[in-house]
């Protein structure tokens, strides 16, 4: 199906809304955006988006704050269906990709079980777009032919870890951490025990494609010290690409991607 | 209004007789803006002030969950309660926004006496400033102001950008900047460009395109613009990437907007970085634009999750285009099979076989579930499902070609529950 055909009434589309700026929206994305009745936003969302609403749309916020209230999952698929029972047209918008690490598939599930329709528009994920908006390429011939991309919100040494970093060190691809700011130094002790040498270069890029994105560099038995002080939302690359680091390669002239009303 | 009527002021189709507003656009970078109210009309204000850098201060009692999240993650500062006259003390611009007709006129008394424009919700009458209908495409602001006719100003300010949009207003005549973008196409569908992707190719003088760029972009190319097709290059690897970079440089030094455009994204398996080193090495400034990578994109379309929480936290994107222990191969597929995660295989139709047999060899199972999808997001897309070891035959009994993607694992089981549309 065409992701710009009109939203049915009682349908949910799952928007990924890229790194942040608005600009790297798609299309449909957008087309999405303008037919919603209701949306539901994430913390990650790029908020220059929601000015693509039309005036008598629902914006609610169904992110978890730091200090906020938390919105359990389950809560947010109940709030899909409920507002797709109502005939209403349901954007669900999020940061990135909706199905990197974004639960995306919950929520189809959820809509799926309650016979709710949904329409997936992919994003841009800042795996990818993070890095690449601070120079860093995650392949690049001749040097390195692959890269894996895993969750670090759960320390190596935690029995609900599910990582094999012993694998992850042997695979010889680029590494890309999300949500491995807090648990970083426990990542990058992990991959040097495992035999990833100590001068591998890393990178820490915070605020991918904001106008605030800051970018640490240093080797992997330092990147931790070095990303002192970061907050996320952040990627780390670890491996030879991370020496191509730079503070942003973002269009900068005029000065933002987005494009608005 | 009778003094400005004397006058003969009279403002085009104003037949009440009102001088017309005078146009402006404020910088309002670092400075304090303060929006009285919290409801839908503030909402809609806020973000349009967040990109105009702003500091934005809300007063209200009571906000909408959108305006509570901004406030949460520090883009906004809330007030939470009435307005005071002393909220305005330092402000340069002021939105009485609720839907309370006395408390806007005390913001509008307040803002008078201290020389601040201020906007009203309520009464445009009544008001010292008036909001337009405006969007921005390509750097530019457009900008309608109405006679307070909202309705008619957004008609024509939509039917302002969407000629921007289709081109039918040249916007190369604004000078830019000589230069190299590197624009990420998407997987194929044209509606899975990104904006900024769009407005990129639409200022371009020049553009280098790929066999898997959105093809439907170049149909939109003005006339006069170059459109340097990779595919009539010569062939060869080596001597078409360098061909390649030196006409990026050429013609960006010859001071033209050149645009490389590819499929999926420029990093992922796109050879972007050589070109920016080209580009580096001759002195030529060079901007990314990341775009969907068809290894991300394309099974999501085809409903496949790459991490589903509980089945895995990780995945894995793969060239295929060296089989298992060829001698230039990068990646170390013993390793690779013993990750628990989801792996994505891409330009590796030919080697699929083999790839399968290296991956079952060092551990993965047999049966685990794999999907082959073919000319992702297109129209022409086929995808088949079967299992590592079914691969090579599955492949082969569908004729499936490149491009393709291959993906490994428990969540190509996730692909289409029932009742999904
Ligand atoms: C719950 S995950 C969601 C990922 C998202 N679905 C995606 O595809 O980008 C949140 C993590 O994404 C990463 N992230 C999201 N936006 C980012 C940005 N603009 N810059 C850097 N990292 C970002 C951070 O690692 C953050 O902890
Ligand atoms: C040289 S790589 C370039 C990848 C591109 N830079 C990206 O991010 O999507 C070409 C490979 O991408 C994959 N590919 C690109 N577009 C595709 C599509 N629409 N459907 C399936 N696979 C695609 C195929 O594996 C193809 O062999």
Same mark, same amino acid.
């Given at each position: 199906?065409?992701?710009?055909?009109?939203?049915?009434?009682?349908?949910?589309?799952?928007?990924?809304?890229?790194?942040?700026?608005?600009?790297?929206?798609?299309?449909?994305?957008?087309?999405?955006?303008?037919?919603?009745?209701?949306?539901?936003?994430?913390?990650?969302?790029?908020?220059?988006?929601?000015?693509?609403?039309?005036?008598?749309?629902?914006?609610?916020?169904?992110?978890?704050?730091?200090?906020?209230?938390?919105?359990?999952?389950?809560?947010?698929?109940?709030?899909?269906?409920?507002?797709?029972?109502?005939?209403?047209?349901?954007?669900?918008?999020?940061?990135?990709?909706?199905?990197?690490?974004?639960?995306?598939?919950?929520?189809?599930?959820?809509?799926?079980?309650?016979?709710?329709?949904?329409?997936?528009?992919?994003?841009?994920?800042?795996?990818?777009?993070?890095?690449?908006?601070?120079?860093?390429?995650?392949?690049?011939?001749?040097?390195?032919?692959?890269?894996?991309?895993?969750?670090?919100?759960?320390?190596?040494?935690?029995?609900?870890?599910?990582?094999?970093?012993?694998?992850?060190?042997?695979?010889?691809?680029?590494?890309?951490?999300?949500?491995?700011?807090?648990?970083?130094?426990?990542?990058?002790?992990?991959?040097?025990?495992?035999?990833?040498?100590?001068?591998?270069?890393?990178?820490?890029?915070?605020?991918?494609?904001?106008?605030?994105?800051?970018?640490?560099?240093?080797?992997?038995?330092?990147?931790?010290?070095?990303?002192?002080?970061?907050?996320?939302?952040?990627?780390?690359?670890?491996?030879?690409?991370?020496?191509?680091?730079?503070?942003?390669?973002?269009?900068?002239?005029?000065?933002?991607?987005?494009?608005?009303? | 209004?009778?003094?400005?009527?004397?006058?003969?002021?009279?403002?085009?189709?104003?037949?009440?007789?009102?001088?017309?507003?005078?146009?402006?656009?404020?910088?309002?970078?670092?400075?304090?803006?303060?929006?009285?109210?919290?409801?839908?009309?503030?909402?809609?204000?806020?973000?349009?002030?967040?990109?105009?850098?702003?500091?934005?201060?809300?007063?209200?009692?009571?906000?909408?969950?959108?305006?509570?999240?901004?406030?949460?993650?520090?883009?906004?500062?809330?007030?939470?309660?009435?307005?005071?006259?002393?909220?305005?003390?330092?402000?340069?611009?002021?939105?009485?926004?609720?839907?309370?007709?006395?408390?806007?006129?005390?913001?509008?008394?307040?803002?008078?006496?201290?020389?601040?424009?201020?906007?009203?919700?309520?009464?445009?009458?009544?008001?010292?400033?008036?909001?337009?209908?405006?969007?921005?495409?390509?750097?530019?602001?457009?900008?309608?102001?109405?006679?307070?006719?909202?309705?008619?100003?957004?008609?024509?300010?939509?039917?302002?950008?969407?000629?921007?949009?289709?081109?039918?207003? /040249? &916007?190369?005549?604004?000078? $830019?900047?000589?230069?190299?973008? !590197?624009? #990420?196409?998407?997987?194929? @569908?044209? *509606? =899975? %460009?990104?904006?900024?992707?769009?407005?990129?190719?639409?200022?371009? /003088? &020049?553009?280098?395109?790929? $066999?898997?760029?959105?093809?439907? !972009?170049? #149909?939109?190319?003005?006339? @006069?613009? *170059? =459109? %340097?097709?990779?595919?009539?290059?010569?062939?060869?690897?080596?001597?078409?990437?360098?061909?390649?970079? $030196?006409?990026?440089?050429?013609?960006?030094?010859?001071?033209?907007?050149?645009?490389?455009?590819?499929?999926?994204?420029?990093?992922?398996?796109?050879?972007?970085?050589?070109?920016?080193?080209?580009?580096?090495?001759?002195?030529?400034?060079?901007?990314?634009?990341?775009?969907?990578?068809?290894?991300?994109?394309?099974?999501?379309?085809?409903?496949?999750?790459?991490?589903?929480?509980?089945?895995?936290?990780?995945?894995?994107?793969?060239?295929?285009?060296?089989?298992?222990?060829?001698?230039?191969?990068?990646?170390?597929?013993?390793?690779?099979?013993?990750?628990?995660?989801?792996?994505?295989?891409?330009?590796?139709?030919?080697?699929?076989?083999?790839?399968?047999?290296?991956?079952?060899?060092?551990?993965?199972?047999?049966?685990?579930?794999?999907?082959?999808?073919?000319?992702?997001?297109?129209?022409?897309?086929?995808?088949?499902?079967?299992?590592?070891?079914?691969?090579?035959?599955?492949?082969?009994?569908?004729?499936?070609?490149?491009?393709?993607?291959?993906?490994?694992?428990?969540?190509?089981?996730?692909?289409?529950?029932?009742?999904?549309?």
């Amino acid at each position: 199906m065409s992701s710009l055909a009109p939203l049915e009434p009682g349908c949910v589309a799952l928007v990924g809304g890229g790194p942040g700026d608005a600009g790297l929206m798609t299309v449909a994305g957008r087309a999405a955006i303008e037919q919603a009745d209701v949306l539901l936003v994430d913390h990650l969302a790029p908020t220059g988006a929601l000015a693509w609403a039309g005036p008598a749309a629902e914006v609610i916020d169904v992110s978890k704050l730091p200090r906020g209230a938390f919105t359990p999952q389950e809560r947010i698929n109940e709030l899909l269906v409920e507002h797709a029972r109502r005939g209403r047209r349901v954007v669900r918008l999020k940061g990135g990709d909706s199905f990197v690490f974004g639960r995306g598939k919950e929520e189809v599930l959820a809509c799926a079980e309650a016979g709710v329709p949904t329409r997936v528009i992919p994003g841009v994920t800042s795996a990818v777009a993070a890095p690449a908006l601070a120079g860093i390429p995650v392949t690049h011939r001749g040097l390195v032919h692959g890269f894996s991309v895993i969750s670090g919100h759960v320390p190596p040494d935690d029995p609900t870890c599910g990582l094999d970093y012993a694998a992850l060190v042997g695979a010889g691809t680029s590494l890309v951490v999300l949500m491995g700011v807090a648990n970083l130094p426990a990542i990058a002790d992990e991959l040097l025990a495992h035999g990833m040498p100590a001068d591998t270069p890393a990178a820490v890029v915070a605020r991918g494609g904001h106008p605030d994105q800051e970018v640490r560099a240093a080797s992997l038995d330092r990147i931790a010290a070095a990303a002192t002080g970061i907050e996320p939302p952040a990627v780390t690359v670890i491996g030879e690409v991370a020496r191509f680091a730079v503070p942003t390669l973002a269009p900068t002239h005029p000065t933002l991607l987005e494009e608005i009303r | 209004m009778g003094r400005v009527a004397e006058r003969g002021v009279t403002g085009p189709g104003d037949p009440a007789g009102h001088a017309p507003p005078y146009p402006v656009g404020l910088r309002l970078e670092g400075r304090r803006v303060v929006v009285v109210g919290g409801g839908h009309v503030a909402q809609r204000r806020v973000p349009t002030l967040l990109t105009a850098g702003a500091e934005v201060t809300v007063v209200a009692p009571d906000v909408t969950p959108a305006l509570e999240g901004l406030a949460g993650g520090g883009e906004i500062s809330w007030e939470r309660r009435g307005f005071r006259a002393a909220d305005l003390d330092g402000a340069w611009y002021v939105i009485a926004a609720t839907n309370d007709a006395e408390v806007n006129v005390a913001v509008s008394e307040a803002a008078e006496e201290r020389r601040i424009f201020c906007v009203r919700s309520d009464d445009g009458l009544a008001a010292t400033a008036w909001t337009p209908a405006s969007g921005r495409y390509a750097g530019m602001t457009v900008a309608v102001l109405g006679n307070r006719e909202p309705r008619r100003s957004a008609a024509i300010r939509d039917q302002l950008l969407g000629a921007l949009r289709d081109g039918l207003v /040249d &916007v190369r005549a604004e000078a $830019r900047a000589p230069g190299v973008t !590197l624009v #990420g196409g998407g997987p194929g @569908d044209p *509606e =899975l %460009v990104t904006l900024a992707a769009r407005r990129a190719v639409a200022e371009a /003088d &020049v553009v280098v395109a790929d $066999r898997l760029a959105p093809r439907e !972009l170049l #149909g939109e190319l003005a006339p @006069d613009v *170059e =459109l %340097v097709d990779v595919t009539k290059l010569p062939r060869g690897r080596a001597a078409q990437q360098e061909e390649i970079n $030196r006409v990026l440089v050429e013609r960006a030094r010859a001071g033209k907007r050149v645009v490389r455009l590819k499929g999926g994204d420029n990093f992922v398996f796109g050879r972007g970085f050589e070109e920016i080193e080209a580009c580096r090495a001759a002195g030529v400034p060079v901007e990314v634009v990341p775009g969907l990578s068809s290894a991300i994109a394309v099974p999501g379309r085809a409903g496949i999750p790459l991490t589903h929480r509980g089945m895995t936290h990780e995945f894995t994107v793969i060239s295929g285009h060296l089989p298992p222990g060829h001698p230039d191969s990068l990646v170390e597929w013993e390793a690779l099979a013993r990750t628990r995660g989801t792996l994505v295989l891409l330009m590796a139709v030919q080697n699929a076989a083999a790839i399968a047999a290296a991956l079952v060899e060092h551990g993965r199972a047999a049966d685990t579930p794999v999907a082959v999808i073919a000319d992702g997001t297109m129209p022409v897309e086929r995808e088949v499902v079967t299992t590592l070891e079914g691969l090579g035959a599955a492949i082969e009994a569908a004729g499936l070609r490149p491009p393709a993607i291959i993906v490994v694992g428990d969540v190509v089981g996730l692909a289409r529950p029932d009742g999904e549309g």
